[in-house]
């Protein structure tokens, strides 16, 4: 219910309810003489604040550059990239945001990756939604694969009807991104292998290789979606512990999960948005999430979280939506 009326909700509150409100306090605390005046200007700076996040704030797309270091990387992959993206939303990316999807899709191409992996959260609610930019996302290429995870989105969450009508959304939502040309994990892991040509010596060994791993949706708010299992995700690596990679929308479960239960060394999600607003490094995301942006380390290993290309309420102010481009480098 919250997904399906989240857009107008926010127009009546960031329009209606927070500018009377701000012009009523401001009327309230201060004298007479200048609680009118300060209401006026706060609720008028609000709208202006809020129409800004809905046109121009959410536009742009910024390309952040993060390096990852980490002994257990086969030299093989040193300066290995990877375009990691998150959160499309692509339902809200309609109308004259709809120019935002090939955009999207040029500035990941643009990279030149080795490897491009989404964490999620392709729809709002629907499958439907997937249906018209399926072309766009094909175009993405990466020679070592395009590869995706499910977002508490792209399951039938938000979805009215019965049981069985939201089992086959869900299978279809799954069909489409495929469709898409992404390799869908579903609790499962891949193994890349870089070609001989690529190596720094001419032996072939399991050492040149890194896992990528890709769990469904788990995070601690109960309500979402929880059928992520790390150990079925990595099943059969048990006699050896490569250089790993896992996918996971919610940051939550790098803590919960993946630390304790693991030792997949770099952890990519999404999910959070940033908060979709920030002021002088501060966002409102920091007070639902320890890890909301950017980097985290604990002691080797590391999650990396980030802001999303898209958003279900089409509002960004100070946190455009992102690209990530992690390149990989072996520490000596």
């Known amino acids: 219910m919250i997904a399906r009326f989240a857009i107008p909700f926010f127009i009546i509150v960031a329009f209606v309810l927070l500018p009377l409100t701000l012009y009523g306090l401001s009327r309230w605390l201060l004298p007479r003489r200048y609680g009118q005046l300060a209401g006026i200007l706060l609720a008028a700076a609000d709208i202006v604040l809020a129409a800004y996040g809905m046109t121009a704030g959410f536009r742009p797309l910024v390309v952040r550059h993060i390096e990852f270091a980490s002994t257990d990387l086969p030299a093989a992959f040193d300066g290995y990239r990877i375009v990691h993206f998150s959160d499309a939303h692509v339902g809200t990316l309609t109308g004259s945001r709809e120019s935002l999807i090939p955009q999207l899709i040029d500035s990941i191409n643009g990279q030149t990756p080795d490897m491009i992996v989404f964490t999620g959260d392709m729809q709002n609610i629907r499958p439907e939604e997937l249906i018209p930019p399926m072309l766009h996302f094909r175009r993405l290429y990466a020679p070592d694969g395009v590869y995706a995870v499910l977002g508490n989105h792209d399951y039938a969450t938000y979805q009215t009807g019965n049981e069985r009508e939201k089992a086959q959304n869900c299978q279809l939502t799954q069909d489409i991104i495929r469709k898409m040309g992404f390799d869908l994990l579903l609790n499962e892991h891949r193994t890349i292998r870089l070609p001989k040509k690529q190596r720094h010596d001419s032996l072939a060994s399991d050492s040149d290789s890194i896992v990528l791993g890709g769990m469904e949706n788990w995070g601690t708010a109960q309500r979402m979606p929880r059928r992520g299992d790390v150990r079925q995700t990595l099943a059969g690596l ?62 080797s290993r590391g999650l990396l979280v980030t802001t999303g290309a898209g958003s279900l309420i089409p509002f960004r102010l100070n946190q455009p939506r992102e690209i990530v481009v992690i390149t990989l480098k072996r520490k000596h």
């Open 238 to 299: 048990s006699g050896r512990q490569p250089f790993t990679i896992m996918l996971q929308h919610d940051p939550t479960c790098w803590r919960q999960k993946i630390l304790p239960e693991c030792h997949a060394q770099l952890t990519l999600s999404g999910h959070t948005h940033g908060g979709q607003s920030s002021l002088l490094g501060w966002s409102p995301a920091a007070l639902v999430y320890d890890e909301w942006q950017g980097l985290t380390m604990k002691k």
